[in-house]
């Protein structure tokens, strides 16, 4: 009993040690210039390239430790970095730098008759808590789009990276020594037990906002139980659906990179809809690239008829996020029965129609709720970079303060400024 209640005095000491020393560093970093900051992301690109050995060999500990306890190949994807990623996580820094400091942006500004001047600003939301699972990635994502925006940072990640983390946090905490902003704005909890999680989600004294990402029980864990607000990031059971009209080959081809150009992702298309006519004639040449890819198929009676090493879809299937080269596929009669598929099983992150007719895509734009609708084109492009907004620290699929792929305004609040000359009321 002793033992148990010491460990919890350690867990809850780093804990708040750590989140009061991110408080007191925001309050600093609200104040560092846009040079300041951009200096300081140049510097951490530079770091990272220059202890990538380093970073890569604590990485290599965690994929060891993840394939002993079976972990699947679509986790030690996500889990995996390698000089290629590193160069571009490197890269998305300078980018960073390219783009706008929102910080002090003037949103609105009027004048009331009483001769009040109003203006809206942004300004940084203060402490972000970030807890997220085997993506290393992320450590520098969330990092870099934090110290941009003047936001200090908590980040919580998962025992199975936990190896990679504190290693990546360690160059960016050395970076950070050669620059202007405080070393204490970047803080990694290395207790990576659900106590820790658990407290996290209650310290609103410390923590301005909590961004879960990961699978949808994390997400829904942090969503049910934390009192911090929650910026809300969604799993991915994303959609293509091929209408009576769509060009053969390239509905084959956004289908193919939807699902394999990497399906460990959240964007990657989980279910393909079929119109019935276009099924007719071309369904059984989409199945067969699909089956070239090594695609298992989950699919309805129409689907199982065009090859036998398709299985019988369930209704799990429709509302399962594979993250692997798996997909379900169904045939429907019309846009209305695609749209009321999509809006009963989708998870509310990027839906596809591929059509050449007009109608049915503004249909297909107005009716589906998803923070990303795309015509003729991949899911695979809800990503902050492919937006343009340099790295991204989730992607919303709720509907208050930030949608879609969340970059640098989606971590920002507002403030008033009123100027005066003596009013009184």
């Known amino acids: 009993m002793t033992e148990t209640l010491t460990e919890e005095r350690k867990t809850k000491t780093e804990l708040i040690e750590k989140a009061q020393k991110a408080k007191k560093a925001a ?34 500990k965690d994929i060891a430790s993840g394939r002993e306890a079976g972990m699947n190949d679509s986790l030690v994807d996500r889990l995996t970095l390698d000089a290629a990623r590193l160069e571009t996580m490197a890269n998305a ?13 003037t949103l609105e500004q009027w004048e009331q008759p009483n001769r009040l001047s109003m203006t809206k600003i942004r300004v940084p939301i203060g402490v972000v808590g970030m807890i997220y699972e085997a993506r290393p990635n992320v450590t520098v994502d969330a990092s870099s789009l934090c110290l941009k925006t003047g936001n200090a940072i908590v980040l919580r990640g998962s025992s199975t990276a936990i190896n990679s983390n504190k290693a990546i946090v360690q160059v960016v905490r050395r970076a950070l020594e050669k620059t202007k ?21 209650k310290l609103n004294d410390y923590l301005d906002v909590l961004i879960p990402r990961g699978g949808a029980k994390l997400i829904q864990t942090v969503v049910q139980n934390a009192t911090v607000p929650v910026l809300e990031t969604g799993a991915g059971n994303c959609h293509v ?23 460990s992702v959240c964007n990657s298309c989980e279910t393909i809809l079929v119109q019935k006519d276009w099924a007719a004639s071309h369904l059984a040449e989409l199945v067969t690239a699909l089956e070239e890819h090594d ?18 879809a369930t209704e799990d299937d429709w509302a399962t996020e594979y993250l692997g080269f798996e997909v ?19 998870t509310k992150h990027s839906e596809a129609i591929i059509s050449e007719d007009a109608p049915s895509v503004e249909q297909f734009f107005n009716e589906i709720d998803a923070a990303a609708v795309y015509h003729n084109a991949s899911t695979r492009f809800t990503d902050g970079d492919e937006f343009g907004f340099g790295a991204e620290i989730g992607i919303s699929t709720q509907k208050l303060h930030a949608r879609g792929p969340m970059g640098l305004p989606a971590l920002t609040s507002t403030k008033y400024i009123v100027r005066g000359n003596g009013q009184t009321k």
């Open 295 to 312: 695609v298992k198929i989950h699919g309805d009676d129409a689907v199982q008829k065009v090859s036998s090493s398709v299985d019988p």
């Open 181 to 201: 902003l405080p070393v204490e704005a970047v803080q990694l909890l290395e207790d990576t037990s659900r106590e820790t999680a658990s407290q996290m989600f």
């Open 241 to 263: 659906f091929i209408d009576q009209t769509a060009e053969v080959q390239m509905a084959i081809d956004i289908a193919i990179n939807a699902k394999t150009q990497r399906p």
């Open 93 to 105: 820094l300078v980018q960073l730098t390219k783009l706008n400091d929102p910080i002090g942006e």
């Open 27 to 60: 309050f600093h970093l609200a104040k560092a210039t846009t040079a300041e900051k951009n200096e300081a992301l140049q510097v951490i690109s530079a770091q990272l390239l220059e202890e990538q050995d380093f970073i890569l060999a604590e990485n290599a």
């Open 328 to 346: 379900a596929i169904k045939v429907v009669d019309t846009v209305d029965d695609a749209v009321e598929h999509i809006n009963r099983y989708g």
